[in-house]
């Protein structure tokens, strides 16, 4: 066990929180981090209502939280008020202004976690009563903005010292192993949020074919890139990109998001299929630069204990330093 202001504070074993993948991440999965020992949260998406609650139901009787992208709840904002009835552990806000439903939040009791990829997002967090930030580095799968995570988190660390001491912190970003979990505490992290090495659990909702293509990935198969959000028609605000596999559609699309726009009437369609057929070559497979690190598909639980327990022998001989 590594004890952490995150363990004492959330009451778990590890220092441990599953992110709140959108599509990826159900109420299996949530379940399976909580039962191992960390905090499982559930993808809130893009506020599809009828999903949330059936994947909390997955969640069975496990203390799990959930997570929505803000700005595009804040479109349908009774997908928010729906999931706090289950009264979640903690809910996670990230890519908008935290503040709009903040209030909801410490209302019911549940933890308030923020994501944040600046410190101006970091400013508003703690302002609007962020109880945990994270600190998001490009490297993560998914959307994301610009700031490295080996520089990010101390700064962060920093930065919540001497304006919010009592504010914990995840790290999050490239981080698959043992070896990364022990660098975010020794960078200031109280814990660590984990995605795409999640997304590679048994548990998560991803179709085989993608597991595969993770699987025979490393960390330079992936691209910072709009065109998944331009086919799909979602209007992201400009200042975040998303992080997905290199394939046939990036190749094509990427740096022509004009033309693919405006072909937008043949091409969705043919991507939405794609999608659905688990086709890693014409649709978003969506996972981070940890890709490199990843090299087979496993339960949750077993993901968790391994990375647990290579940190806790590197913590105690000190990463091999030998002065």
Known sequence: ????????????????????M??????????????????????????????????????????????????????????????????????????????VFATQVKDVGAVLICQCQNLDHVERAIHVGADVVVAQGAEAGGHGSLRGTLSLVPEVADFLAARSPDTLLLAAGGIADGRALAASLMLGADGVLIGTRLWAADEALVHPRHHEAIVESNGDSTIRTTAGDVVRGIDWPPEFTMRMRRNAFTDRWHGDEKTLAANADI??????????????????????????????????????ERMVDQAAQLLRSGAGYTG
């Open 267 to 304: 091409e969705s369609p043919r991507y939405r299929a794609a999608f659905a057929d688990g086709d890693p070559d014409n649709a978003g497979v969506v996972f981070g630069e940890a890709a490199g690190l990843i090299h087979s598909i496993e339960p949750a639980g077993a993901i968790i």
């Open 1 to 20: 066990m590594i004890t952490t202001r995150l363990t004492d504070r959330l009451g778990i074993q590890h220092p441990i929180v599953s992110a709140p």
């Open 22 to 99: 959108a599509l990826a991440a159900g109420g299996a999965l949530a379940a399976a981090v909580s039962r191992a020992g960390g905090l499982g949260l559930i993808g809130g998406g893009y506020g599809d209502s009828d999903w949330v609650r059936a994947q909390f139901a997955a969640a069975g009787p496990e203390r799990v939280g959930v997570g929505f992208i803000t700005w595009s709840a804040q479109r349908s904002p009774s997908v928010v008020a729906e999931a706090l009835e289950f009264r979640p552990a903690a809910v996670m806000l990230s890519f908008g202004d935290p503040g």
